[in-house]
């Protein structure tokens, strides 16, 4: 019943920054949110992921240093930092969410939002 709204993709130059937004309505939960991206005519891989306390977060290497993944749970919004991006940065981002423990496996992923595009220019 729960339903992922993603927001804040857009055009950014290279070094540039965005942040991305992902709401939840509906049921709330614990457990793990975490984005995924897609880029065209690649697999989608998981980018960054938390726990519901914000005790605890995941980045995959490629990130790490310039994207930060955090929460308002008041908001049911988790948020995406992206930071000196760069053009192999651009796809379309995914929020999700599940319960239990981390995956890097998207059937393993319950709730999915839309996705909004990032694309970063040279």
């Known amino acids: 019943q729960a339903q992922l709204v993603e927001s804040g993709g857009g055009l950014v130059q290279a070094g540039g920054s965005l942040r991305l937004s992902c709401t939840a309505s509906g049921r709330t939960f614990g457990g793990y949110h975490c984005w995924f991206r897609q880029a065209p005519g690649k697999e989608r891989e998981i980018v960054a992921a938390i726990t519901w306390s914000g005790s605890n977060t995941y980045y995959t290497d490629s990130v790490k240093g310039r994207f930060t993944i955090s929460r308002t749970n008041a908001k049911n919004t988790v948020y995406l930092q992206m930071n000196s991006l760069k053009p192999d940065d651009t796809a379309v981002y995914y929020c999700?969410?599940?319960?239990?423990?981390?995956?890097?496996?998207?059937?393993?992923?319950?709730?999915w939002g839309q996705g909004t595009r990032v694309t970063v220019s040279s």
């Open positions: 999700a969410a599940k319960l239990g423990g981390r995956s890097q496996t998207p059937n393993d992923w319950t709730y």
